[in-house]
Each structure stands twice: as C-alpha cells, then as structure tokens.
C-alpha cells in the first residue's frame, strides 16, 4: 500500500485521492514546481508546511519550521526575490506577524510566484480571534483567492504563482478552518519542474527594484502598485472559479465567496430554488470581478451576500451598486440578515434565504428531538492538559509558591501554547464581573485558574514589564511562556527587561517541543522540518547572552524543587527566568523514551481532600468520596504522589 509521503508526492494527473484541505494547498504547491517553503506552526495551518516537509525530500525543495511567521515569509520572500516559487504558510494571528514586510515587499513585488497561505479560523475554534485576513490583501492591493472546496484550494494554490509571475506581486490563498480539516476528493494534476536557475539584478524592470528606499522612492514605487490594479481587474474576470449563473428573470440573487458559496448551494438546493435564484460564486473577494457583480446587480431587485467572516465583498458590492442598480436590496451581514460574528453554517445560511424568499424550511424533526433529548445529558467542558504534562508540575510549583511569598493580589501573565489552558478557567466554578477599584486577589484552586492574562505569542513578559514600570506593588509579577514561544517571540522583550531594570519571574515552561500544534521542531529540538539533525539551542544560554544573571532550571516533576526554585525567584530583587525543563510526555511515550512508574492507590489512605484533584491531572479520579487513578489514563509520571498529603498515592519501590 502507498504511504502518504509517496501519495502527496505521486506524479498522476486524473488520479482521485482523499486529501485535507491542508494536504490539497499543499500539493497545489507541489504541483507548481516550488522551490523554497516556510512556516511557523499554527492551527488551522499546520498541516501545509508538515505535508511539504514530507515532499521536500523525495522532490529536492527547501522546506524549513521558520523561528517564527515574520523570519518564514522573509525567507519564502527572499527566495521570491530571486526568481524562484516559493510559498510562505501561517494562521490569521500570524499574519500580524508578517505585516511591516509585507506591506513593503508589494512595493516592488517579486520576480518568482510568491503565495501567502492563510488559515482563518471563524469561530476562533484554535485562536485568540477571528479576524479576516482577506482585508490584508485588500489592504496590500494584492489578489486574494479563496477556495470552496479542497479541490479548488489545490488548483488555486497552483494557480496562484503562475498569478503572481504575471503580476509579479504576492498573491494570498485564504482558507478557514473547515477546509483547512475537512477532507474531499482531490485530483491531482501533473508536477511541473521548472528549471529555474536563482538570479538577481537589483534594476531588473525597475530601478533599484528590491530597495524601496532606493530611486525613485517609495512614493513612485507605491504609483507602481497601483498600475498592476488594472490587470488584476481584468484578469479575474475570466478566473474559472468567479462564475455567474442566470437562468431565467430572478428576481432574487446570491453573491458568496469561498466556503460560503458551498453553504449558500446546499441552502438553495435545500429549499427547492435551484432555477429560481441568481448566483455569483465568487473565488476572488478581492478585486472582485466587476463586471461579473454588475451584471448581477443589473439582473435582480435584491441579493444576499453569503461570506465567512467580515463583510468584505458585501461592502465592495455595495459600492459598485451605487453606480450599476442604486435602487437594489442589499442584504448581509451590514443588515442583521447574516450574523455579524462567529462561523456560518448550511442551517445559518438556509435560515437567511428561507426569510427572504418567504418560504419555510424543510421540517427535521427527528434531529431536533435527539438534540433536545441529549442536551441535558452532555456536560460542558473544555480542553485539559494531558496526562503527566509537565506543565501540570510547573503549575502546581508556582501556585505553592504565590501562595506562600506571592504577596497579596500576585498577576500571571500567559501566553501562547499548551499551557495557554492555564488560563481556560475550568475549575466548575461560576465568575461574576467585578467593579472594585482595588486589587482583588482569586484563589487558584485548579491550574487551569493560574493565568491572569493572555493574549499573543510573546506578551505575557512584556505586559509583566508594563505592570512593574507601572508601579505595581500589591504582589508579584509573572510571565509564563514555552520554549517555542521564547524563540518565536520573548527574546526581546527579554533584552528590554535586562535594558530596562525591569523585575519579575519569567517562568519558561520547556517541553523541548512545539506541542500544542503537533509536535513540530523548534530550536530546542535539535531537528529540522525534514528530521534532519541540527544544533539544538539552550534557552538558558540564549537569556544569559541577552544579561540575564539569575537564571535557574528545574525539571517539573521534582514539585519540590521547582516550588523551591520559584520561591527564590520571586523573592530576587532581578530580572529571573526559572526555565522548567521536562520533555512533554506524549512525545517521549511515542519516541519510547518514557517509562511510567509503578502506581499505588489506597483507598483506605484517602481521607476525600482532592488536593490531587485540584492537581488537574485528567489521570485523576474522584468517586463515591474518594480519589482514584484512571488506569487507561494514568501514565506514571508520578507528581500526584508528591501531591497526596496522605500517602493514599504513591510509587511503588
């Protein structure tokens, strides 16, 4: 049987296979000759620069796990520069990463195909928000394609350097989260193998091209960008994937793009209006094909734009009605017709149609009886950490250690990762606002009530530093982040503290993996993309070149000694990193590199306390009074037994 790697890589044009949305944009890359790939880790995204890592090997291309999103796309852009394909990969947060050079670079554009893949994620079902990364390309005056399918993610994707060579401008493939993971049936098309020798002329079509301060100016060269806006205009007119249909006199119409064409088809088919309904699918929200827009505008009295996420093409369709049909009903998000935020859906968008055209849905009764049944029986949860996670250790140790020289109200500032869930608030509790206007400090009874503060890869540490210049003072300051973050994003801010005077505990939760996204390498991993080995980098190397001078490291499950470790970082009177090193466990089960401990509970030990269970280890039981070890769960690790007052808990031998 052919394996994956063999699969993603096979050069079988009319072949069907199952792929990813994901797997598709990365064979769409495969399948345009690309040279040069890189990445940063991120969901729903992950999984193109993990399938081109694959490939890269068997077909001779560069496939890297960049630091970070910024120094990928400066990668994927220098290699743009000079000729080649290339194609940079990221999440909507990433993007923010990547925008100084980016709303540089389209200045003087690129000689080679250069393809910005984006996952958005509606609904923000992996991420801090669900912003719309299609107003970046709006914003850069670059294409944006947008697929509906992972079939046209692929053919858009390979499309979209052969764009960006005619424009010679990035172009941006925007996906979301259910073509990202959603699979379908692909066929594949043939591997180009573009023979393309790596050049460079600084005055090539323009003078000092690759310099934007460079003759005539960033003014001229900003003229210049304007001038491919025309093409562009014309071009995705003719694009396969903008397609008008008119059957008929409607007098009603839709306009969707990307995924949300795929909605409003199955809405219309749902309520029997196949040829009762105009419809615009739309595969490039910007520049939208005009022509094609008025021809629609012109054609019905009214018209619902169906989109996912902002109302991008909604607000340019406005504008061009004012001028092709003033008197058209424009419905979407802008109206209420459509919600403003989280993720749309078939029912929302049948919903929406079934309204305008005054008809009734289809009756689904048994559904909704079954959903009415089992609502009472499903209990809410969220995410935990998993069984013997190391993070589970750091947590507890610090938590100890607040508790006993954290002052009154100490502040936890988070970040992005695994352990991110330190901040999830799943304790069972209810939380009301508040209106003090004084500190009010809150029990950490579980560590999934630890973080104060959380927002972007990189900001806990910084915020901690605002909080200390501020003049807090009615208790400790604390920054918690994971190796992979440090890398990405921390170190500097890290200079800035040391530069600044500023004091706190930097608290670096090293699992010597990027987990929470899949285990992807980092820099203290010690591979690349590709498995190759590498240098492996040292946090505690890298603080103490930044001048960090109290730096500790502990292995989280030795609770004594990281609570101890903690303590004596809170109490300096310095800038301190304690890095909490121990090697997340998953891995080290899949790599045969753990071997659990023997697991003793007595039951007649324990006296009911659940301290063990504010451990928030998901190994834990509590039943009938009395905890207890989930033997499928349990893996070992042993910090409940350091945990459990009683020895009701312990290691064997």
């Excluded at 984006?118 to 928000?129: E, I, W």
């Excluded at 615009?280 to 018209?303: C, D, N």
């Excluded at 149609?353 to 809410?380: C, F, H, M, S, Y």
């Excluded at 007649?604 to 905890?627: N, Q, W, Y």
Aim: hydrophobic fraction near 40%.
């Amino acid at each position: 049987m052919i394996g994956f790697a063999d699969l993603i890589v096979e050069d079988a044009p009319g072949k069907r296979v199952l792929l990813m949305g994901n797997e598709a944009i990365a064979r769409g890359a495969i399948e345009a000759g690309v040279s040069v790939v890189a990445s940063y880790p991120g969901t729903p995204a992950s999984e193109i620069l993990e399938t081109l890592a694959l490939a890269a090997p068997k077909l001779g291309f560069h496939a890297e796990w960049s630091v970070n999103e910024k120094v990928a796309f400066e990668v994927a852009a220098g290699a743009a520069i000079t000729g080649v394909r290339a194609l940079t990969s990221m999440k909507n947060a990433g993007l923010n990463w990547v925008m100084d050079m980016f709303m540089t670079l389209v200045y003087g554009g690129v000689r080679g195909g250069f393809v910005i893949a984006v996952g958005d994620d509606p609904d923000a079902h992996y991420s801090s928000n669900e912003q719309d990364t299609r107003f970046a390309a709006f914003y850069g005056e670059i294409p944006c394609l947008e697929p509906a399918n992972p079939q046209e993610a692929k053919e858009m994707t390979r499309y979209a350097f052969e764009l960006s060579e005619r424009l010679e401008l990035p172009v941006f493939v925007r996906s979301v989260t259910r073509i990202c993971h959603a699979s379908g049936d692909v066929e594949l098309g043939k591997i180009e193998k573009p023979e393309r020798k790596p050049v460079f002329d600084r005055h090539w079509k323009l003078p000092w091209r690759w310099n934007v301060y460079g003759p005539p100016g960033p003014v001229e060269k900003h003229r210049w960008l304007h001038g491919q806006m025309p093409q562009m205009k014309k071009l995705v007119e003719t694009l396969p994937w903008n397609k008008l249909e008119l059957r008929g006199k409607p007098s009603f119409g839709i306009i969707a793009s990307g995924i949300g064409a795929s909605y409003a088809r199955e809405a219309v088919k749902m309520l029997g209006l196949e040829n009762k309904v105009a419809f615009l699918k739309l595969g490039t929200p910007t520049p939208l094909p005009e022509q094609l827009v008025g021809r629609m505008l012109k054609s019905v009295k009214s018209v619902l734009v169906v989109e996912e996420g902002e109302p991008l093409v909604e607000l340019q369709v406005r504008g061009l009605a004012k001028d092709v049909n003033p008197d058209i009903k424009l419905l979407g998000k802008l109206t209420g017709s459509m919600p403003p935020v989280g993720e749309i859906n078939t029912d929302i968008v049948a919903h929406a149609l079934a309204k305008l055209v005054k008809r009734k849905l289809p009756a689904d009764r048994p559904r909704e009886l079954i959903k009415g049944e089992i609502k009472n029986l499903v209990a809410p949860r969220s995410s935990t950490l998993c069984a013997g996670c190391p993070h589970l250790g750091s947590y507890w140790a610090l938590k100890l250690a607040l508790r006993k020289v954290g002052g009154k109200v100490p502040i936890v500032n988070g970040d992005i990762g695994c352990y991110e869930q330190g901040g999830y608030g799943i304790a069972g509790k209810e939380y009301k606002p508040s209106s003090s206007s004084e500190s009010v400090r809150y029990p950490i009874d579980a560590p999934y009530e630890t973080l104060d503060t959380n927002y972007i890869m990189g900001g806990g540490v910084g915020l901690m530093q605002g909080q200390f210049q501020a003049g807090y003072k009615d208790g400790a300051i604390v920054g918690v982040a994971g190796d992979s973050t440090f890398f990405h994003a921390c170190i500097p801010a890290v200079i800035n503290a040391v530069c600044n005077k500023a004091k706190g505990l930097f608290l670096v939760m090293d699992n010597e993996w990027t987990a929470m996204t899949g285990h992807q390498p980092n820099p203290v991993t010690g591979i690349t993309a590709t498995g190759e080995e590498t240098k492996l980098l040292c946090v505690e190397d890298v603080a103490k070149a930044c001048g960090v001078e109290f730096i500790r490291t502990v292995d989280p499950f030795d609770l004594k000694a990281t609570t101890a470790a903690i303590e004596e970082a809170l109490k300096s009177d310095k800038f301190a990193i304690v890095v909490a090193r121990h090697v997340c466990t998953l891995q080290a089960q899949r790599q045969k590199k753990f071997v659990g401990k023997r697991m003793i509970f007595d039951r007649d030990r324990c006296t009911g306390c659940k301290l063990c269970v504010s451990f928030g280890c998901p190994g834990i039981v509590f039943k009938e009074g009395k905890a207890g070890l989930d033997p499928i769960l349990c893996n070992g690790c042993g910090m409940c037994a350091e945990v459990c007052p009683t020895g009701a808990i312990r290691v064997e031998g």
